[in-house]
């Protein structure tokens, strides 16, 4: 149990910290380029810049987070089921029927998702206006890369370190 714990705090250690380190080189990258200019921005002029900049680029900031993380959980199975380790996967595409529960199950969580959005509205004031800013920010990447980014890379992940614990 302490081990599984011992993986899943290193998953999780893994996400923040390449987080913090692509956020904070993106950002030193425009500020040596010249994109934002703290001596001559007051202020709210530089908190609003440096916001819009994380939004407009929150999607790559999770694909790198989500691509470390694979990386991790890859790593923690080979390092814990040596020899074989990743080969131990048995990496396999999901069968028709795999493919039909899940578009069974979806209509079900969007209605609960949808339920349990509208009560967070409702009891947390502003968090409407936050989902809007974040959808719309979302919004510019392509779908694919979303999918991919939001969708299968925490799923891939977790499952990996999943196995490794």
Known sequence: MWESIAWMI?????????VAVTSVSMFAGVVLTGGIDPARSGPNALVNTVMSFFRDNLVCILGVAQA?????????IQFRLKPQGVRRLGWQLPWLGHW?????????????????????????????????????????????????????????????VHFAA
């Open 10 to 18: 290193g998953m999780h250690a893994v996400q923040i910290g390449v």
């Open 68 to 76: 470390a993380t694979v990386v991790y959980g890859l790593l923690a």
């Open 100 to 160: 039909l529960l899940v578009a069974l199950l979806m209509p079900p969580l969007w209605l609960l998702c949808s339920v349990l959005q509208n009560a967070m509205f409702q009891s947390i004031p502003g968090s409407e206006d936050s989902m809007k800013e974040l959808m719309e920010s979302l919004g510019q990447a392509p779908l694919w890369l979303l999918v991919l980014v939001i969708g299968m890379g925490p799923a891939i992940a977790e499952e990996l």
